[in-house]
């Protein structure tokens, strides 16, 4: 059974950095996508970044403030946010394109991470 497990949200101040973790485990042969989306109240959840074979795609609302990375041996992807803003805050969710061993590639999502971003 493959989890994705999300670590590192909390409550930032206004132009404040938080880094936030997901780590997928469980019975993974290949790993493809790999990405953040994030839901604030009362609206749709929205794509922030995304990485698949060295590239990477951002929403514009965060393009320059937010940076997503890989760590492909860790089965883990990374999303740095600098300059906070209020209309930041949501929660992160952690979204993969994952091949199980045996089967075909699904999407797989995370739990969820609030990130709070308020003075």
């Known amino acids: 059974q493959v989890r994705l497990v999300e670590s590192g949200g909390g409550l930032v101040q206004p132009g404040g950095s938080l880094g936030l973790s997901c780590a997928a485990s469980g019975s993974i042969f290949s790993i493809n996508v790999m990405g953040w989306y994030r839901q604030a109240p009362g609206k749709q959840r929205e794509l922030v970044a995304i990485?698949?074979?060295?590239?990477?795609n951002y929403a514009d609302s965060v393009k320059g403030r937010f940076t997503i990375s890989r760590d492909n041996a860790k089965n883990t992807v990374y999303l740095q946010m600098n300059g906070l803003k209020p209309e930041d805050t949501a929660v992160y969710y952690c979204?993969?394109?994952?091949?199980?061993?045996?089967?075909?590639?699904?999407?797989?999502w995370g739990q969820g991470t609030q990130v709070t971003v308020s003075s």
């Open positions: 990485t698949s074979g060295g590239s990477t």
């Open positions: 979204n993969g394109e994952i091949q199980p061993i045996g089967t075909y590639y699904r999407w797989y």
